[in-house]
């Protein structure tokens, strides 16, 4: 159950385009398509953006996306807001009703 | 509208047990998945343990097994976490969370999220 692994930073100017990357193994992110991404405000729970690589959660700005290729899935947000800046984070379904976490990835906007 | 409320997390010393709750409402909790998932200050997010809808299916991770046990009470819409042999290294926030899909299927991932309940083990 070792972590997903993504950049522990990002940032971009407002308007900006930025992709985030999420590195699993043929266990989890490589063998299901299940991998989902959450945006997390300071004090907050996390909230869904991605679910199944790459379908949008109800509401959600069609600024963000997300796709994958092999063992990597990516978050990209376009047309970047002052108010996107947060930590994201992926996860991959692991079989057996299990979950593995990225270690999450803080998104600066300058 | 869905709401995920977790409580029960106090300072405990390291050996001790705590039980978490997660009392859910606005939706059919019976038909969805649940999860506990913890965050420890600073750091990131990490899957603790889950059940399915009936309890059919559970499992943890790695980390807590043997020492934590997830159940559910779908009469009185709660989720429960028994926390035992407490260690040092289970500071965290936790969190519980909804299966995100819709009666009797999963998508899964993690729709919803409660504010999370903190729980330091501490001499």
């Known amino acids: 159950q070792s972590a997903l692994t993504q950049p522990a930073s990002v940032s971009g100017s407002p308007g900006q385009s930025i992709t985030i990357s999420c590195t699993g193994t043929?266990?989890?992110?490589?063998?299901?398509?299940?991998v989902s991404w959450y945006q997390q405000l300071p004090g907050k729970g996390p909230k869904l953006l991605i679910y199944?690589?790459?379908k949008r959660h109800s509401g959600l700005s069609h600024r963000f996306s997300g796709s994958k290729s092999g063992n990597t899935a990516s978050l990209t947000i376009s047309g970047l807001q002052i108010e996107d800046e947060a930590d994201y984070y992926c996860?991959?379904?692991?079989?057996?009703?299990?979950?593995?976490f990225g270690g999450g990835t803080k998104l600066t906007v300058l | 509208e869905v709401q995920l409320v977790e409580s029960g997390g106090v300072l405990v010393q390291p050996g001790g047990s705590l039980r978490l709750s997660c009392e859910a409402s606005?939706?059919?909790?019976?038909?969805?998945?649940m999860h506990w998932v913890r965050q420890a200050p600073g750091k990131g997010l990490e899957w603790v343990s889950g059940?399915?809808?009936?309890?059919?299916?559970?499992n943890n991770a790695d980390s807590v097994k043997g020492r934590f046990t997830i159940s559910r009470d779908n009469a009185r819409n709660s989720l429960f976490l028994q926390m035992n042999s407490l260690r040092p290294e289970d500071t965290a926030i936790y969190f519980c969370?909804?299966?995100?899909?819709?009666?009797?299927?999963?998508?899964?991932?993690?729709?919803?999220w409660g504010q999370g309940t903190l729980v330091t083990v501490s001499s």
């Open positions: 969370a909804k299966e995100a899909g819709g009666s009797g299927y999963t998508d899964w991932a993690l729709e919803y």
């Open positions: 606005g939706f059919n909790f019976g038909d969805y998945g």
């Open positions: 059940v399915s809808w009936k309890s059919g299916t559970i």
């Open positions: 043929s266990s989890n992110v490589g063998r299901y398509n299940f």
């Open positions: 199944e690589d790459n």
């Open positions: 996860c991959s379904y692991a079989g057996g009703i299990t979950f593995v």
